[in-house]
């Protein structure tokens, strides 16, 4: 999932000297890119990944990379759930490579419910409309395309460049193509640090940057189950047990908790950051809290901003619902998916006692499989923040950059048991409302993803050396 998730920081302006779309032929070669991978539906069960897979892999034949710098996988129990991995070999043994990461499945989208068909790139008032436009799909196209233009410059690096893009993020039970590889091939995807979707920036209500970030941790994502089941009957004839009822009950218990206040290093940085540039009543309470997270006020003022609100905290929230087998009989069973975020330091089974605790004896609450890896988050290395700093004021000039807890779920978990940090790259700013990632007319605006590009074009040669 990714989502760039910033609030609070004052605006700042943009260079305007650098092109923001498709003046140059290479910007124009990267939209060819990024409209067919946009317009693959990688949705999974649905689409093909194995499909938009083979499309990158022949792009990056046609630029001149070797059948043996391209690794194309999957697995014969899910032909369609398939990825890609290249290599750019660098001219220094001892320097350990580098990895760009990022998935090409997307969430569902149903044509029905959007205003225009989510799998055609559109054009408007100065946006890209699609499923996928942003997640992940922009950072897929971008990584390609660099890889791309780096063999057509005749770049050579000195520390190896690999990519992966990889299928099965974004639907919990799939076949997962970042966790296949760190299980099955570490050798093409390790190196001494990677770099991914769940950073960015994020613009202001004008369309102004706010900050540049830097995602260094992330909250584990898990499903829970929770179950109502009775003996049912004829609908003429109802009794106070109803398992509609009792799974409504637990569910509004659900609603009605919130997980206490905590902190990492990570979001302490960022929320004092926060407060030196917010509005008086805003800082005021950021400082409260950060001395003492149990100030409800502060906390309450803190909370009105969606996603300040679940960056300081473990989250839960009903998803799905299924209940009933007739509509004149007394439900038998009622079920609903739970999706939760899970704090770093708190763990799946202390999340499951809570949620058992608001459920009641009625309804029973399980932890649906798989159960993921907790993200080990990687560490402010100045080696890896230092060139994000210096290459965003080229392109960022005045906007502060900050670290970020990232409120969703990322790939990334699968590297820790590689030992290998993985980081949020900044970058591609998206707005304020999120830009529609998971939801209806999914969007980008063009200048944003135009100037990321070029941003993580040179970030990726000043790691490369």
Known sequence: ?????????????????????????????????????VETNTVVGVGSCTKAAAQIAARLKAAGYADSDITQFS?????????????????????????????????????????????????ENGFYYARGTVDDKAMASVWADAMIRFKQQGYHPRRTIKMALTCGEETTYAFNGAQWLTDNRP??????????????G???????????????????????????????????????????????????????????AKFTDTSRAFFAATARVAPAPVADAINRL????????????????????????TT??????????????????ATANVNCRIFPGETVEGTLAKLKELAGPKVTVTANQPIRPLAVPPQLDPKIIGPMKTV????????????????GATDAVFFGKIGMPVYGVPGILVEQDLNGVHG??????????????????????????
């Not at 830097?214 to 106070?240: R, Y």
């Not at 839960?316 to 069973?333: D, I, K, S, Y």
């Not at 965003?392 to 409120?407: D, E, Q, S």
């Not at 209806?440 to 790691?463: C, M, N, P, T, W």
């Open 75 to 123: 697995v014969p129990e899910h032909p369609d759930d398939g990825g890609v991995v290249a290599i750019l070999k660098g001219s220094d043994a001892k320097a350990k490579p580098m990895l760009l990461l990022a998935h090409i499945d997307v969430v569902a989208a149903k044509r029905e419910d959007w205003k225009r068909d989510p799998f055609k790139l559109v054009e």
């Open 290 to 313: 950060l001395a003492d997270p149990q100030d409800r006020a502060a906390n309450a003022i803190i909370g009105r901003d969606k996603v300040l609100h679940s960056m300081l905290r």
């Open 392 to 407: 965003a004021a080229k392109y960022f000039p005045g906007v502060p950059m900050v670290p970020m807890l990232l409120t």
């Open 202 to 260: 994020r613009f202001d209500a004008n369309g102004k940057p706010e900050a540049l970030a830097v995602q260094v941790g992330e909250k584990a994502a898990q499903n829970f189950t929770f179950l109502a089941t009775n003996p049912g009957g004829h609908s003429s004839a109802p009794t106070p047990d109803n398992a509609i009822y009792e799974l409504d009950d637990a569910l509004r218990a659900v609603q009605g908790y919130e997980f206490p």
């Open 1 to 37: 999932m990714r989502a760039v998730l910033l609030a609070g920081i004052a605006a700042m302006g943009f260079a305007p000297a650098i092109a923001e779309a498709q003046d140059r032929p290479d910007q124009k070669a990267f939209f060819s890119l990024y409209k067919e991978l």
């Open 440 to 465: 209806l007319d999914e969007r980008i605006r063009v200048s944003a993803l135009y100037r990321g590009r070029d941003y993580l074009f040179d970030l990726v040669k000043a790691y490369g050396g």
């Open 187 to 200: 050798d093409l995807v390790s190196g001494e640090f990677g770099l991914n979707e769940g950073g960015g």
């Open 316 to 333: 839960c929230v009903a998803t799905l619902v299924n209940a009933g087998h007739a509509e004149n009989a007394l439900p038998q069973r």
